[in-house]
């Protein structure tokens, strides 16, 4: 079907703030991220709503919700982590495992109640529910294809590492027994703390996606700090996403746009795309922002990307 582009612009964005809404980790249509096999674009030629970017890096500097965000758990990493060395080079186990398409034959501990405590690095603990094993096991199996599964033998309450907003913290994780694998796949066994209520609202879907768009999510922070990855959406003509950044003490504001937008008719197709963004300075503690939506970017996982044995 053909359309107008301006009309694609409009559903892009509501598909992209679908990904996003209220930090959700699903999505409210059935659009995903990853056209692109991995590849990353350049920032360079980013349009930006300076004043938009600035009036939300004031609006959480300093602010109550920013005082909030920081004494809560906030991953910003995975919170599944695969096998030993990774799954098997089978193309099988990866594609069961990019749709998420699991098999239990064994039984699962009952549910253990109480809390666990996740505990950081730098220092702090914070004292949060625990997911039984029975949900945890819910959120990696997402599908019901009669393609190839992972099976799924047993669990066991253990320990993670999880990159987090205040640097990497021990939680509690559900170890699952995977069919062929001498080591578990593990799965935080707690949910991320409830978002802060946001000092500043989101922008209206009238905006257009060539002047700020918003994110669909965070994928990776550099190792030392000094670039974020996330995803962006965009239509088939067009010349892709940018991103650029507004440094502050407390917070680094990313400001999303399409660019190269040209009028006339278009295919309504979305697509999703990394892009890796340079910082000055390391993120460190700081808050990772959307200036369309003037919420955290949240943790995302970028379809098909789980990793094989050499």
Sequence with gaps: MRTDFKRTARILTVLALCAVGAGAAAGCGSAEAGNDGGKTRGTESAPRSEARDRRVADA?????????????????????QLPG???????????????????????????????????????GSLTTPLMDAEKAYETLDRADSPGPRLTVTGARLGEMTVVTSRGPATVPAWLFTLEGYDSPLKRAAVSPSTLPRPPIGPLGQDVPADVLA?????????????????????????????????????????????????????????????????????VGDRIVLDAFTGRPVPYTEWPGNAPGRS
């Design 60 to 80: 959480w500097d300093g602010s109550e919700a920013a005082r909030q965000w920081h004494e809560g758990y906030h991953p910003m990493g995975a919170v599944v």
């Design 85 to 123: 060395a990774g799954l098997l080079s089978d193309a099988a186990d990866r594609r069961a495992y990019e749709i998420g398409n699991f098999e239990l034959r064994g039984k699962l501990p009952a549910p253990p109640g109480g809390s666990g405590r996740v505990t950081w690095r730098s220092g």
């Design 214 to 282: 918003p994110l669909g999510g965070l994928t990776e922070v550099a190792g030392n700090g000094r670039s974020v990855t996330v995803v962006t959406h965009h239509g088939a003509c067009d010349d892709g996403p940018a991103v650029e950044a507004l440094e502050t003490s407390g917070s680094v504001v990313l400001s999303a746009a399409v660019t190269g937008v040209e009028d006339g008719p278009c295919t309504s197709e979305l697509r999703g795309e990394r892009v890796t963004v340079k910082l000055d300075r390391p």
